[in-house]
Each structure stands twice: as C-alpha cells, then as structure tokens.
C-alpha cells in the first residue's frame, strides 16, 4: 500500500518512489534536486542581503556565524550536518536529497552572497525580501517534487514525531521556535521576513510542487496529490 508524505500545510507527496523510465524522468528528477538546493541557499542569501529578517533556521544560522566568525553557508553546512547525525537515534532514512542538502544549500548562500552587493535603502531591501521569499517557495517545490528524500531539518520533525508521538505542527512549531529564539539571542535578524516567510511558505510551496511535479512513469505513483498528512516535509 502507498503510504503518503505531505508538509503540515496539507501538501502530500508519495512515500514510495515511483519507477523512472530510463533517461527521462531520472535525469528531470536529478536537475531539479540540484538546481532547487542550489535556489533554496541563493533565496536563503537575498534575505540575509536584504536585512528584514529571516526564515527560522536562517536566523540561528546567522546567529551562529555572528558569533564564531565563521561564514553563514558554513555555518550551514555544519548544522546540517549535526542535525543529520540526530536521525540515527531517531531511525530515520536519509536519501540522496538529504546529504545533498546539507552541502549544496550552504555553498548556495556564500556563493550567492559574495556576488550580490549589499543594499541600502529599503527601495532596493524590500523587493530583494520578496524575490527571496517566493524564490523559496519555488526552490523547495523543485526540490521536493523530485523526491530524493527531504531535507535534514525537515526529518528531524518527522522523527520527533514518530518517536514522541506527538503532531507534527507540534514538532515543528516547538523545534522552529526554540531555533528562533536561540538564533535571535545570538544576533540572527527577525523582522517582517520572518513573520511574511512563516505566513506565505505553505501556500508558495504548495504551489511550486504542483507547478514542477515530475510526471511518474507507467508503472509508477503521482508525484504530488491531496491527502493526510502524515510526515512533514517543507523546510530545509
């Protein structure tokens, strides 16, 4: 029976792969995983650039290379990384997304960040926002879409909710608001970004999936249907 994977906004996407047809699909399927991290690290560059406040683990991102010094795509990479390792314990599946994610998104953001020049007036700093925000959107639904697996953060969530059997809004609101506030204590920037990003994402992403959804071969599931949700799968 096929078991459905959907975000806490109601998107659903199949648990179980579907078939490739050789050479078609496959190849879509690897472009849009790579091409999605590398946006998803760009759009997460524009809104550090633009200075209005960040999505959730951005903020404890930029915390953390406020306070060591180091870059915030490194940064990244390393948080990632240690997030990653907590799904032994928690027996989770990582997939070929997943270890992309943790290294793709982070090289994304520096590069993204030593060719965009900073800006300083909010004529330029607000539409700089919202090109990161909807740039977002479409960056997770083609990374999603392409089902290698979600990324590192977003397995956390469904871990905590398997092991502790509470809901997965619940897991990810707890975890998203302790990283909040620890990023926030440490320097990371919230401000309209943060609340616009938390309030546009679900709708944005929903409808990226659907816009990039990877037609399934034959013998294969849907890529993205409507369903209950089951384990969430949105943010990095």
Known sequence: MRQATTTTEGLTLSASPSVPSPGGPLVRRLVQLYVGLALYGASSALLVEAGLGLEPWGV???????????????????????????????????????V???????????????????PHSYGVRIPLMLAGIVLNGAATGLYIAAKFGPGPRD?????????????????????????????????????????????????????????????????????VAGGTPRRAILRR
């Open 155 to 223: 397995g956390l969530m469904t871990g905590l909710h398997h092991r502790t059997g509470r809901s997965i809004r619940l897991m990810r609101t707890a975890v998203e608001i302790a990283v909040v506030a620890s990023g926030f204590l440490l320097g990371g920037t919230i401000g309209v970004g943060t609340v616009l990003y938390a309030l546009t994402i679900g709708p944005l992403a929903q409808f990226f999936l659907r816009f990039f959804a990877v037609p399934a071969s034959p013998a294969g599931p849907t890529s």
């Open 100 to 118: 992309s994610n943790v290294f793709v998104v982070g090289l994304a953001i520096d590069g993204t960040l030593a060719v965009v020049p900073d």
């Open 60 to 98: 404890l991102h930029q915390g953390l290379a406020e306070l060591t010094g180091i870059s915030i795509g490194v940064v990244s990479i390393i948080a990632g990384a240690i997030v990653l390792l907590l799904w032994i314990p928690l027996r989770q599946r990582p997939g070929l997304g997943t």
